[in-house]
Nanobody, 126 residues
């Protein structure tokens, strides 16, 4: 239902663009986020887009370097990652909220409220 792509290996300072293709039903939840999980660490939400794409939110760890965007015609969400650092190495997941009525507070929703998940894509920065 959510399919990520675009991961890979890159040198520090480089860029990658992740894509997350979804069904129209999931896309219409209007609260989608990118999460990541590094080895031995908990999964963390790093970027969200919500309220029909009018609003975005970034974790401090990626603010100013990552940009989340969407293509409504393709039901796809993107994560442009610039100035990558070794600490960005992780498996990246996109997810969508299960209850669309929660979209207005998308970045504050608990991870458990994101009912739709992709399989993940690996990003390695060396």
């Amino acid at each position: 239902q959510l399919v990520e792509s675009g991961g890979g290996s890159v040198q520090a300072g480089g860029s990658l663009r992740l894509s997350c293709a979804s069904s129209r039903y999931i896309y219409s939840r209007n609260c989608l986020g990118w999460f990541r999980q590094a080895p031995g660490k908990e999964r963390e939400g790093i970027a969200y887009i919500y309220s029909s794409g009018d609003s975005t939110y970034y974790a401090d760890s990626v603010k100013g370097r990552f940009t989340i965007s969407q293509d409504n015609a393709k039901n796809t969400v993107f994560l442009q990652m610039n100035s990558l650092k070794p600490e960005d190495t992780a498996t990246y997941y996109c997810a969508a909220i299960a209850d669309p009525s929660s979209r207005w507070t998308c970045p504050k929703r608990a991870e458990a409220e994101f009912g739709y998940w992709g399989q993940g894509t690996q990003v390695t920065v060396s």
